[in-house]
């Protein structure tokens, strides 16, 4: 049962006066794994299409290298420190996987303007009846709280509605860009918020055979070959979903959003990064750096975009462009994209330092953070468990980006004085959003 229908409402504006917005993210999926991006080596012929009518922003950023910190920047605004989610098990550190409930997220804000605000998928951003997504903004919710209820593409559950539900006959992609048709179908006639939070290509792995089988045959190992059918599978359910925009007359006034939540996942195959380096759980490029398009036909001009720009910069950038308030009390840390997405003149989006930071369990701001100003980037480096945590004898190293993308050159001692200016904003960062995160409920 599905509690909210379009009647349920009185709009204070007509479905085309205010934008539907669907945002969907892919879980581990690297800028390497569009077929564009990677000499055709798989298939992702609709993810293509949409960025070709998008404005694509080639230096997009997650918040984070792993998926809960990523989520909660993702829908607040603000860095994963400041909204108390900073590490991923939801088991084991319950106290560190929750979105504090002061926190508010863009459900609650388009819900507050009177839109119908659904998540279909993943969560992953705190579990518990006060802090799921029908707690968080969300009218509906069709999906799962964490992996535990993922224990294989063809066998999992799903809540929904509060309900928990066993599928055991459907492959969890295919259900998922399904569920998204029909949200899109019960609320065509009123303005809507879909989160679509996809689970590929995330571990376990797992695609019907018949999908598996032409990567083998081109050479790939199964691990790459399950990856890139698990992949081709979630492309197909988004071109279904973009074509059922197509067929109520919703593309022209539909923001659709696509992006990944962090990069690939090094336990599970070797597959092209555009010669990024690192993985996901590391705050060098191929851990952070995502693909991240936004469709508007109405408004927005396809086009590629230069300017660094951060998962925090969403919200107020969704914000803007539907013509919404954002409360006064929220402190943001991301910056509205709207004057670029519209090519304004007079609204050139000024630059700023994006900071990054995570380990397992609480922060260690001295390991794994980053810091980038411009072309340069900062790295404290990433530390394996066998190291002890108070070990921070690696000094930082600086990358200068536009020269070096593949972050191979430590170039800290051609730089000291920058080095040294950088590392010491990092640490002040550091200290105010750890500050922040211990702050009083």
């Known amino acids: 049962m599905h509690p909210v229908s379009a009647a349920d409402r009185e709009g204070n504006g007509s479905p085309a006066s205010k934008p539907n917005v669907i945002l969907i993210l892919a879980d581990d999926m690297g800028i390497g794994d569009l077929a564009s991006r990677n000499g055709n080596r798989n298939r992702t012929p609709h993810l293509d299409r949409l960025k070709q009518e998008s404005v694509w922003f080639e230096h997009a950023y997650s918040a984070a290298p792993v998926c809960a910190p990523a989520r909660a920047s993702l829908l607040t605004g603000r860095y994963p420190h400041r909204t108390g989610v900073v590490t991923l098990n939801q088991q084991r550190y319950p106290q560190l996987t929750r979105l504090r409930k002061d926190e508010t997220t863009l459900a609650n804000l388009f819900k507050d303007h009177d839109y119908v605000t659904g998540l279909i998928g993943k969560w992953h951003c705190g579990d518990g009846a006060e802090y799921q997504p029908l707690a968080r903004g969300f009218d509906e919710f069709e999906g799962f709280v964490d992996h535990t209820h993922v224990p294989s593409y063809f066998d999992y559950k799903l809540l929904v509605q509060g309900q928990l539900h066993a599928e055991s006959k459907q492959y969890l992609t295919n259900d998922l860009s399904s569920r998204a048709v029909q949200f899109v179908r019960r609320h065509q006639q009123h303005p809507f918020f879909l989160h679509l939070a996809h689970y590929a290509p995330h571990r376990p792995l797992g695609a019907p055979e018949d999908r598996i089988g032409p990567y083998l045959e081109k050479g790939f190992d199964r691990d790459t070959a399950t990856v890139y059918a698990m992949i081709e599978i979630m492309d197909e359910g988004i071109g279904n979903l973009l074509r059922e925009l197509d067929r109520l007359k919703l593309r022209e006034n539909t923001i659709v959003i696509f992006a990944s939540d962090n ?67 929220l402190k943001l840390d991301g910056r509205s994209l709207a004057g ?11 630059t700023q330092p994006r900071f990054w930071q995570w380990n397992r369990t609480v922060p260690l701001y001295s390991h794994n953070a980053a810091m980038r100003e411009g072309d340069w980037k900062l790295v404290r480096p990433y530390v394996t468990r066998g190291v002890p945590k108070g070990d921070s004898t690696r000094p930082p190293a600086l990358y200068q980006l536009s020269s070096d993308p593949t972050e191979s050159h430590d170039v800290s001692a051609q730089y000291p004085t920058r080095t040294a200016r950088m590392n010491e904003a990092l640490q002040a960062w550091s200290r105010e959003v750890e500050r922040d995160r211990n702050r009083l409920p």
């Open 263 to 329: 990069g690939p996942d090094p336990l599970v195959s070797s597959r092209f990064n555009s010669q990024l380096r690192g993985t996901k759980y590391t705050v060098y490029e191929g851990g952070i750096h995502v693909p991240m398009m936004i469709r508007w036909p109405a408004q927005l001009d396809p086009c590629e975009r230069d300017e660094v720009v951060h998962f925090a910069d969403v919200l107020p950038t969704l914000m803007e462009l539907c013509q919404l308030e954002i409360p006064n009390h």
């Open 340 to 350: 670029i997405l519209r090519r304004q003149p007079g609204h050139e989006f000024l």
